[in-house]
């Protein structure tokens, strides 16, 4: 399984207890295979599987959660 990765700007990621939900909440989607996170700089970095997982399907889980993202409407 190969696995891709995309970054997102979340500007409201400003605290370990937003990381720990919002990972919590992406860990849980089918095709996830790991988080990071730069919190200085407010991306997040997931590791996916494209079988199973867009990063549309991402950004709306993450926008869904209450994290607007730079560049999303």
């Keep these: 399984m190969a696995l891709d990765t ?6 409201l990621l400003r605290e370990e207890r937003q990381i720990l939900d919002l ?3 992406l860990m849980a989607i089918t095709g996830v295979g790991a988080i990071s996170v730069d919190l200085p700089s407010h991306t997040i970095s997931i590791e996916y ?3 199973y997982l867009s990063p549309t399907m991402m950004r709306a889980c993450i ?4 994290y607007p993202l730079v560049g999303a409407p």
């Design 6 to 11: 995309a970054d997102f700007v979340i500007p």
């Design 49 to 51: 599987d494209p079988a």
């Design 23 to 25: 990972g919590n909440s």
């Design 63 to 66: 926008t869904g959660s209450g």
